[in-house]
Nanobody, 118 residues
Framework: QMQLVESGGGLVQPGGSLRLSCVAS????????MAWYRQAQGKERELVAS???????NYADFVKGRFTISRDNARNTVALQMNSLNSEDTAIYFCNARHSVYSILEYWGRGTQVTVSS
């Protein structure tokens, strides 16, 4: 069974950092473009960052310079390092995998809550 499981969310003060991790099972991340999305309450899900199978990265303007996405193919994981967090980063963060060739093969995790508050 193909599965993505996120971890690392929680409550952090403004200006703080968190590192999210996403573990894949049932498939290999090395064959998939990986991404992190987020959805704040009352808002649509939006792309935060993505990393291709050749490690090309892309970031939403609102996280550039603060977040870093990375993959570890040996551990079948993807991470999102988040620095300089602010209240607008509060959301549920979802891990996404899409096969680099057969894009119809797409998987989502259930999400991890990130709350930035003093």
């Amino acid at each position: 069974q193909m599965q993505l499981v996120e971890s690392g969310g929680g409550l952090v003060q403004p200006g703080g950092s968190l590192r999210l991790s996403c573990v894949a099972s049932g498939f290999v991340v090395s064959a998939h473009d990986m991404a992190w999305y987020r959805q704040a309450q009352g808002k649509e899900r939006e792309l935060v960052a993505s990393i291709s199978t050749v490690d090309s990265t892309n970031y939403a303007d609102f996280v550039k310079g603060r977040f870093t996405i990375s993959r570890d193919n040996a551990r079948n994981t993807v991470a999102l390092q988040m620095n300089s967090l602010n209240s607008e980063d509060t959301a549920i963060y979802f891990c996404n995998a899409r096969h680099s060739v057969y894009s119809i093969l797409e998987y989502w995790g259930r999400g991890t809550q990130v709350t930035v508050s003093s």
